[in-house]
């Protein structure tokens, strides 16, 4: 099995129980403040490991080139997050994550326009799978949050932010394998993760939720905090993952989180899934495997 692919599935394991373990933590706090808390919690954990490493000292030797991809990474990063955990206050895990993972097939259009990665018969055919799997596990009639409004446009609103989410993860995958190939991967992360850092708390401030920093209970910050220290961990897999394989396959792979991450769902969070969402996944998982088994 080559390196990348360990790296991917890692990168996977570890996002399946960043979503999970925050979806417990969000509870009672607001999600501009809860994903400023997990952005301080990565950049400490992020930095320990530069420093382990000992590739602190390269951050002296990044081109201008590669400080631009850092930025533009660590911004849409930062929108990920707090549309995600938006996403996650207003809906359901089995509902959001579906969406955000449908980032994936924006991520392979935009690696072959932009990054001249190629894309075979199997590989849109692998889209199209992923494509219907998504949309049969979007079911907006079910289990409708108390936070969330039962009717006007603000009923689907955790979609909006959903698809948001999506949007900025793909960036952010581009950004990433633009500007990889010339760093160490931990401090890329490190440094991506210090630009996150002062967006998240902007929003918190923007949004007066610096006033509810004392409302968090004790359950809630340790959820977070294992949110962070697990999101770094699948920064960390995904960055080595895409320093040697190709956007296009590393990816998908990433992505293949959301059948761990409902599979956590229902344990954890007593979320039910239906004979078409399931059948969804079972697509949705079909055609994220096919463009890498038979690249």
Sequence with gaps: ???????????????????TLAK??????????????????????????????????????????????????????????????????????????????????????????FLGESIGPFTIAGMILMGLGTWLMID???????????SGPAKHSWLIFAVLAAVFASLTAIFGRAGVPNMDANLWTAIRTAVVVPVSWLMVFLTGGQKKVKTVDRKSWIFLILSGMATGGSWLFFYHALQIGNASFVVPIDKLSIVLTMGFARMFLGERFTVRTLIGLALLTIGTLLPVILR
């Design 1 to 19: 099995m080559e390196l990348w692919i360990i790296y991917a599935v890692g990168a996977a394991v570890f996002a399946a129980l960043t979503t």
């Design 24 to 113: 417990i933590g969000l509870k009672n706090v607001n999600s501009h403040l809860a994903t400023a808390i997990r952005a301080m919690v990565v950049l400490i954990f992020a930095w320990l490991i530069v420093f382990i490493t000992g590739v602190q000292n390269d951050i002296w030797h990044i081109e201008g080139r590669t400080w631009v991809f850092l930025i533009l990474s660590g911004i849409s990063t930062g929108g990920a997050w707090l549309c995600l955990l938006r996403a996650l206050k207003l809906g359901n895990v089995n509902r959001v994550v579906p969406i955000d993972k449908s980032s994936t097939i924006l991520t392979m259009t935009l690696a072959f326009i």
């Design 140 to 150: 907006f009639k079910k289990d409708v949050k108390a936070d969330e409004p039962s």
